[in-house]
């Protein structure tokens, strides 16, 4: 038989799914929940046939210059692939393979979630009951923005975008979207969604504004202090998609003079840091990275690595490859 590859995983991941691993390669696990150090990540990428890191492990040309003979396959453990130098990768003859689909549906939900949220004023009731300071009901009190009736900018209307668009449309918003490419008529029909042509455009006309872009060099401060400003003083931002398409500082300082209505934000610039200033703006609900995480989405996304894993192993082009031209 042939000599099964050997995997190293940066992190811990569901049982199911470490057990598979066990089961079809040689595999090196993680044993605690913590990120490689930057020398343990050298030592895996000298020593591994296939590498799957995940959005903590920053695989860049400085890594992949120390990369042994064998490290033939990156297969990430997850959608985005920011965390990894594509282009290096690949003129050295290394696959890249992402997870996409499978966490589709559980980062659309929680975008929902922080478009009722923010406007609806949920963490600002929720501190109220906490510390104990509800006085009764009055008609003025707690007064939030009514999101049906209301518009919806989506920049980025990959998978993603689309099961968004398709849950605030069942919630009464109008959808708009800015896209390289235009959708094709039919889907543009079926999510009643309006293409603009130019973000500057949109952005002054929205109500709600949601990314779900990849962060790549061309979409770095994609929402510059510029762009923030074009959006109107009563409108929400909604980031689950990258922390770096988002000027964080111009954000903070926005929030702050009120020049915008508040934020939702499960992603940041600096991951794990919150820039403070964010964290004591008001109007804003910030979460730690949690979009796609539910224990059914990550056990679909080890399946899927598996999937790539194997399929490139047994000579075959993985399902899930990712081209520099894709990105
Ligand atoms: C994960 C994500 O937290 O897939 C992505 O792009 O941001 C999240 O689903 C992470 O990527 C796991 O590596």
């Known amino acids: 038989a042939r000599k099964k590859p050997l995997v190293v995983v940066t ?26 150090t930057q020398a343990e990540l050298v030592e895996a990428v000298k020593t591994a046939d296939v590498l799957v890191p995940t959005v903590t492990d920053r695989i860049d040309a400085g890594v992949l210059s120390q990369a042994g003979p064998n490290l033939r396959l990156v297969a990430n453990f997850g959608n985005g692939v920011d965390n990894i130098d594509v282009d290096t990768a690949t003129a050295r003859g290394i696959t890249v393979t992402n997870t996409p689909g499978v966490l589709t549906e559980d980062t659309a939900d929680m975008t929902m ?34 999101i049906s009736g209301k518009r919806l900018g989506i920049i980025g209307m990959g998978r993603i975008g689309q099961a968004v668009a398709r849950r605030a449309l069942a919630f009464g918003m109008s959808i708009h979207y800015h896209n ?7 889907v543009e029909e079926r999510l009643e969604a309006t293409w603009w042509e130019s ?69 940041f610039e600096h991951e794990p840091a919150v820039n403070p200033k964010l964290a004591k703006a008001p109007n804003v609900v910030l979460l730690p990275h949690m979009g796609s995480a539910t224990i059914e989405g990550r056990v679909d996304m080890g399946e899927k690595v598996i999937i790539n894993i194997k399929t490139f192993m047994d000579g075959h082009r993985p399902p899930d490859r990712v081209l520099p031209s894709m990105l």
């Not at 478009?115 to 007064?143: D, F, N, Q, Y």
């Not at 390289?180 to 039919?186: C, K, N, Q, S």
């Not at 962060?215 to 689950?240: E, Q």
């Open 11 to 36: 992190r811990r991941l569901p049982d199911v799914v470490e057990t598979r691993m066990r089961e079809l390669f040689e595999t090196r696990l993680n044993t605690e929940d913590r990120p490689l």
């Open 113 to 146: 979630a922080l478009i009722l949220s923010v406007p609806r004023r949920l963490a600002e009731g929720i501190a109220v009951i906490e510390k104990g300071e509800w006085h009764g009901w009055s008609p003025t009190w707690m007064l939030g923005h009514r």
């Open 180 to 186: 390289r490419r235009r959708l094709g008529a039919e």
């Open 199 to 267: 973000l500057d455009q949109m952005l002054a006309r929205m109500d709600v504004i949601s990314v779900h872009c990849p962060h790549t060099p061309g979409t770095y401060h994609l929402l510059s202090a510029r762009r923030l400003k074009l959006m109107k003083k009563d409108a929400y931002l909604v980031n689950t998609a990258r922390g770096e398409v988002v000027d964080e500082n111009a954000l903070a300082r926005m929030l702050e003079a009120g020049d915008l209505a508040g934020a939702g934000l499960d992603v």
